[in-house]
C-alpha cells in the first residue's frame, strides 16, 4: 500500500490575503489557484523544499467555519514547518512582523519556535536534528 497526504485544508477569511501573507510574508509557493464558482476557489500553497504536502487554502463559508479561523486545532500548535536553516526562516519571521509566541529553544531534536500566522494558528518552526528528518 503507498499513502501520502496530499492536501491540508487551512480555513481563511479571503483568498487573496491568505496568498499575500503566505507567499509574500513566509516564502510560500502558490501552486495552483483556480475558480470554481463565484465564491469558491482551489487555491494550493506549499513552503519551499521537496514535499509533497500542500496547504489548500478554503475560505470559510458560513459562521461555523468563521469561527474556527486559526483555531482550527483547539488552541495547539497546528502546523509543524521544516527549515533547513533556521536562523535564516526565523529571521525572515522576524523581518515581516510575525508574532513569536515561543523563542528559540535548543531541543534534542532539533532548534525550534513557535509563531503565529495572521489568523492565530500557531505553527512550529523547526530546523530538526540531522539524525530526526
Same mark, same amino acid.
Given at each position: 500500500m503507498n499513502q501520502r497526504l496530499a492536501h491540508i485544508t487551512l480555513l481563511v477569511d479571503d483568498y487573496d490575503r491568505a496568498i499575500e501573507f503566505y507567499t509574500g510574508k513566509l516564502n510560500f509557493n502558490l501552486i495552483e489557484d483556480t475558480t470554481l464558482s463565484e465564491t469558491k476557489r482551489w487555491v494550493l500553497i506549499k513552503p519551499n523544499g521537496s514535499g509533497d504536502c500542500n496547504l489548500l487554502l478554503a475560505k470559510a463559508s458560513n459562521e461555523q467555519q468563521r469561527s474556527m479561523i486559526g483555531n482550527q486545532t483547539g488552541g495547539r500548535v497546528f502546523l509543524f514547518l521544516h527549515t533547513d536553516n533556521f536562523k535564516r526562516d526565523y529571521q525572515n519571521l522576524l523581518n515581516n512582523? &510575525?508574532?513569536?509566541?515561543?523563542?528559540?529553544?535548543?531541543?534534542?531534536?532539533?532548534?525550534?519556535?513557535?509563531?503565529?500566522? &495572521?489568523?492565530g494558528n500557531y505553527w512550529d518552526l523547526i530546523e530538526p536534528t540531522r539524525n530526526d528528518s
Open positions: 512582523g &510575525i508574532k513569536i509566541v515561543r523563542e528559540p529553544v535548543e531541543e534534542k531534536y532539533g532548534t525550534i519556535a513557535v509563531f503565529q500566522d &495572521i489568523y
